[in-house]
């Protein structure tokens, strides 16, 4: 049974960056779908990015500013966020999709890490 584990959340002022890491035991699938999730207190859980095989995909609020890659050797998936913004404050969760087609609603997600926090102050 795989299971995710995140770090690399803080506290960084506005503009700064921050790198996610999402460690998966169990050895997923080599074309298993990955994911980054988040949720802001009182708001629903919304889709960042996601990667499988070669394909990346990122929601449009961080586009342009965000890197998602995965290390399969080290059974690690990345988030890097560049200009971070208040707006971007919240718990972020690694999620794996079983099979190679992206999803971004969490409903298609079946494994979840227990999150990280990420607190952006102006």
């Known amino acids: 049974q795989v299971q995710l584990v995140e770090s690399g959340g803080g506290l960084v002022q506005a503009g700064g960056s921050l790198r996610l890491s999402c460690v998966a035991s169990?050895?997923?699938?080599?074309?298993?779908?990955m994911a980054w999730f988040r949720q802001a207190p009182g708001k629903e859980r919304e889709f960042v990015a996601a990667?499988?095989?070669?394909?990346?995909y990122y929601a449009d609020s961080v586009e342009g500013r965000s890197t998602i890659s995965r290390d399969s050797s080290k059974n690690t998936m990345y988030l890097l966020m560049n200009t971070l913004q208040p707006e971007d404050t919240a718990v972020y969760y690694c999620?794996?999709?079983?099979?190679?087609?992206?999803?971004?609603?969490?409903?298609?997600?079946?494994?979840w890490g227990r999150g990280t926090q990420v607190t952006v102050s102006s």
């Open positions: 169990g050895r997923p699938g080599a074309n298993d779908a």
């Open positions: 990667i499988s095989g070669g394909s990346t």
């Open positions: 999620a794996l999709r079983r099979g190679l087609i992206i999803s971004t609603s969490p409903a298609d997600f079946q494994t």
